[in-house]
């Protein structure tokens, strides 16, 4: 049974950081892609960052370049998103996902119940 769960969220004021983490378990983890998406209210599910099953390649959205570090240790089967300089447009439920291969995917077939992150004065 694939179970994905997610932790480390929190409430951080502005420029602040913060690292989730999400544990896998229920199948190899190397052998797949993982990716973090968000939500925030009222807006349309984002992909935050992807990479691949040996983390070779990776991939953020604009929006985070520069600010966040997808990182995965495999031998814990373990994801990590390192958010740093954190602003108000952050603040989203943060889900950890599974692509059903090893390369990036657009549509993921397993889902963390995700982890809020509030980024706030």
């Known amino acids: 049974q694939v179970q994905l769960v997610e932790s480390g969220g929190g409430l951080v004021q502005p420029g602040g950081s913060l690292r989730l983490a999400c544990a896998a378990s229920?199948?190899?983890?190397?052998?797949?892609?993982m990716s973090w998406y968000r939500q925030a209210p009222g807006e349309e599910r984002e992909l935050v960052a992807t990479?691949?099953?040996?983390?070779?390649?990776?991939k953020y959205a604009d929006s985070v370049k520069g600010r966040f570090i997808i990182s995965r240790d495999n031998a814990k089967s373990t994801l990590y998103l390192q958010m740093n300089s954190l602003k108000p447009e952050d603040t989203a439920v943060y889900y950890c996902?599974?692509?059903?291969?090893?390369?990036?995917?657009?549509?993921?077939?397993?889902w963390g119940q995700g982890t809020q992150v509030t980024i706030s004065s």
């Open positions: 996902t599974k692509c059903p291969n090893f390369f990036w995917c657009r549509r993921p077939d397993y």
């Open positions: 229920g199948f190899t983890f190397s052998s797949y892609a």
């Open positions: 990479l691949t099953g040996t983390g070779g390649s990776i």
